[in-house]
């Protein structure tokens, strides 16, 4: 069993998820935040003590918090990434793993205006948004694992340019 995680591993493909400017932003914001927090707290406890009922659980908990926020963002930051096997796409943004079985797809778009792949699945859908340079290769490991997947994709438009005097 064992042995056939490895091999499985081997064979799969992975690809990073592209997040925007804004959510890199945020991370960093939750992190200094959670930082100054736990430094706080532990200047608070250190300097004037653990008092009261209320100290006890306002501290120590806002550092717990504080410590989860991190171990989030970090595991964002550092696992967020899809992976394409012989049957399944999983999808990880951090700690939340998703499958989806590849022979399940019945087609997939690429649209090339906001450089997105929409799969979907039926009625059903999802959106992957990769790096620009790995979009293709994401396709090709889909196609290879199902090749009976329906695949287009969307020509950008010459979109009209506003005289404005």
Do not use: H
């Not at 995680?5 to 997040?19: D, L, P, R, T």
């Not at 250190?46 to 963002?73: E, N, Q, T, W």
């Amino acid at each position: 069993m064992r042995m056939k995680n490895k091999n499985e591993q081997a064979q799969a493909n992975y690809f990073k998820i592209k997040f925007s400017k804004v959510i890199y932003f945020l991370c960093i914001a939750i992190l200094l935040l959670s930082v100054a927090s736990i430094a706080v707290s532990i200047w608070q406890i250190l300097r004037f003590g653990l008092s009261g009922f209320s100290d006890y659980l306002k501290y120590p908990l806002l550092i717990v918090i504080s410590v989860f926020c991190i171990a989030v963002v970090v595991s964002l930051l550092v696992k967020s990434q899809y992976v394409v096997n012989k049957q399944y796409l999983i999808t990880q943004f951090g700690f939340i793993k998703s499958k989806f079985i590849i022979k399940d797809i019945t087609s997939m778009l690429l649209d090339t205006d906001t450089k997105k792949i929409t799969i979907y699945f039926g009625e059903q859908f999802i959106v992957l948004n990769s790096s620009e340079k790995w979009n293709e290769k994401l396709i090709r490991a889909l196609l290879d694992s199902n090749p009976n997947i329906d695949y287009s994709f969307t020509l950008a438009e010459n979109k009209p340019q506003n005289d404005e005097k």
